[in-house]
């Protein structure tokens, strides 16, 4: 990773390593001391097709206490039962990483009321698995 992510983004970084081993991460450094994470080949459940998908989002220099919002999914992902995606799912967006931009999902899962000590990016990520898992 670069000199230039900051200490707290790193840490981050590490925590989702650790949290989600299973999976390999990405991770682009931003040009203020925060970096592009992506997962891939996330198992995000029956509720949508395809049923497995990256997961991408950026933790900005602002980290811990900025929230880790918006998360991007696949461009093709679709309902497994047929309807529209909807709110907070957003087709047609842009995951805009350093190394060049990709179509997406964006998933609009803010978090208003957040702990930046308890309330981790990590976190963060596998509340969005879950509710994706749910849909």
Do not use: C
């Amino acid at each position: 990773m670069s000199a230039a992510i900051k200490a707290e983004v790193e840490e981050a970084i590490g925590e989702i390593r650790a949290s989600f081993a299973s999976y390999k991460v990405d991770v682009e450094a931003d040009d203020q001391g925060g970096a592009f994470v992506r997962l891939h080949d996330v198992l995000i459940g029956t509720g949508f097709v395809p049923n497995v998908s990256w997961i991408g989002f950026q933790i900005t220099f602002q980290y811990p206490f900025a929230d880790v919002y918006p998360h991007f999914l696949r461009s093709d992902l679709a309902r497994a039962n047929g309807q529209a995606l909807a709110k907070p799912l957003n087709p047609g967006s842009t995951f805009a990483l350093p190394s060049g931009a990709i179509s997406a999902v964006l998933l609009s899962r803010a978090s208003r009321s957040r702990d930046p000590v308890t309330d981790t990016a990590a976190v963060k990520l596998a509340k969005v698995i879950d509710w994706l898992r749910i849909q």
